[in-house]
């Protein structure tokens, strides 16, 4: 009767920490969080957006599906890099297909780290590896260019399931090689974003996030000639399905009349594997290996 107290205090520990071991739903879907995947373990991403209007005529005709890989080399160190296909016109039409996109390549480094706050520096290098001649394809594509990026990333933790993230960025954008057409430099522009996420459970996130970016020209693109200033209001919803295998879904939502000449709603859709390197994934169906009972101790007289 003695030990009985001590013993559901371990179940109920246990229960509340072991899921939260596992894959982590605390990321936002577009603003970056300061904890980074775990020493010894890799991240598999895939995600689709595309760009939508309420008159399906004027939906960008342009879908991209990223593939991705996160690793964490250190402790509070991460490095990630994207694979971008686009598919070019409308799926089912005759002119629809698929180009190679650019690689993005980042590094994440989080510097300050604390129960209730945390300060990240993520740098990234985007290879020109997508097409360039696509005049109506908005620089946060892959427009074929030779791209940078500096973030700092600051991130509240009101308490182990409210968050807040503030993001900080400064984007260079490189020149479209147009073919017979001139060149056209992209400009740069910065960017801020803000999300805060909550976890309902151990196994589903739900947030806000709001994106802002101001390119320091009216003319962004050949095409997109006035389109300088871009908000965005992202709802998100992640849920973990199993151990290591997290679903998301939201669809963004233009705020700016810059922007939503452009596109009015964005669709996004992705998942996340993370496993430890060192063991390998484990299938869904795979059950961690149940340990015997310890024998029972013989009540003391």
Same mark, same amino acid.
């Given at each position: 009767?003695?030990? =009985?107290?001590?013993?559901?205090?371990?179940?109920?520990?246990?229960?509340?920490?072991?899921?939260?071991?596992?894959?982590?739903?605390?990321?936002?879907?577009?603003?970056?969080?300061?904890?980074?995947? =775990? *020493?010894?373990?890799?991240?598999?991403? +895939?995600?689709?957006?595309?760009?939508?209007?309420?008159?399906?005529?004027?939906?960008?005709?342009?879908?991209?599906? *990223?593939?991705?890989?996160?690793?964490?080399?250190?402790?509070?160190?991460?490095?990630?890099?994207?694979?971008?296909?686009?598919?070019?016109?409308?799926?089912?039409?005759?002119?629809?297909?698929?180009?190679?996109?650019?690689?993005?390549?980042?590094?994440?480094?989080?510097? +300050?780290?604390?129960?209730?706050?945390? +300060?990240?520096?993520?740098?990234?290098?985007?290879?020109?590896?997508?097409?360039?001649?696509?005049?109506? !394809?908005?620089?946060?594509?892959?427009?074929?260019?030779?791209?940078?990026?500096?973030?700092?990333?600051?991130? +509240?933790?009101?308490?182990?399931? @409210?968050?807040?993230?503030?993001?900080?960025?400064? @984007?260079?954008?490189?020149?479209?090689?147009?073919?017979?057409?001139?060149?056209?430099?992209?400009?740069?522009?910065?960017? @801020?974003?803000?999300?805060?996420?909550?976890?309902?459970?151990?196994?589903?996130?739900?947030?806000?996030? !709001?994106?802002?970016?101001?390119?320091?020209?009216?003319? !962004?693109?050949?095409?997109?000639?006035?389109?300088?200033?871009?908000?965005?209001?992202?709802?998100?919803?992640?849920?973990?399905?199993?151990?290591?295998?997290?679903?998301?879904?939201?669809?963004?939502?233009?705020?700016?009349?810059?922007?939503?000449?452009?596109?009015?709603?964005?669709?996004?859709?992705?998942?996340?594997?993370?496993?430890?390197?060192? *063991?390998?994934?484990?299938?869904?169906?795979?059950?961690?290996?149940?340990?015997?009972?310890?024998?029972?101790?013989?009540?003391?007289?």
């Amino acid at each position: 009767m003695i030990a =009985r107290p001590s013993i559901l205090a371990l179940v109920a520990a246990v229960s509340l920490l072991a899921p939260a071991a596992w894959a982590k739903p605390y990321r936002a879907m577009v603003t970056r969080t300061a904890e980074t995947t =775990r *020493s010894g373990n890799m991240e598999l991403g +895939l995600r689709y957006q595309g760009f939508f209007a309420l008159d399906s005529d004027k939906s960008l005709p342009y879908h991209q599906v *990223s593939p991705s890989i996160r690793w964490g080399i250190l402790d509070n160190l991460e490095a990630n890099v994207y694979f971008e296909v686009l598919g070019l016109g409308m799926p089912g039409q005759n002119d629809f297909e698929i180009a190679f996109g650019d690689i993005p390549l980042g590094l994440q480094w989080t510097f +300050l780290e604390t129960r209730p706050f945390a +300060l990240a520096a993520y740098a990234r290098v985007t290879f020109p590896t997508g097409p360039s001649d696509q005049d109506a !394809i908005p620089p946060s594509l892959s427009d074929g260019t030779w791209d940078y990026e500096g973030t700092l990333v600051g991130e +509240l933790r009101v308490s182990k399931d @409210l968050r807040f993230m503030l993001n900080a960025s400064y @984007l260079h954008q490189g020149t479209r090689d147009r073919g017979a057409l001139p060149d056209f430099d992209v400009p740069d522009a910065v960017q @801020l974003g803000l999300a805060g996420t909550y976890n309902l459970d151990n196994f589903t996130l739900v947030g806000l996030e !709001i994106i802002g970016r101001r390119y320091f020209e009216p003319a !962004i693109t050949p095409v997109w000639t006035n389109n300088a200033n871009q908000v965005e209001i992202i709802p998100v919803v992640r849920h973990e399905v199993s151990p290591g295998l997290v679903l998301e879904a939201v669809a963004g939502i233009a705020v700016t009349p810059d922007l939503s000449s452009i596109y009015q709603f964005r669709v996004l859709l992705g998942g996340t594997y993370e496993f430890d390197l060192a *063991s390998g994934p484990r299938l869904p169906e795979d059950k961690p290996e149940k340990s015997k009972p310890a024998p029972k101790k013989k009540p003391k007289r």
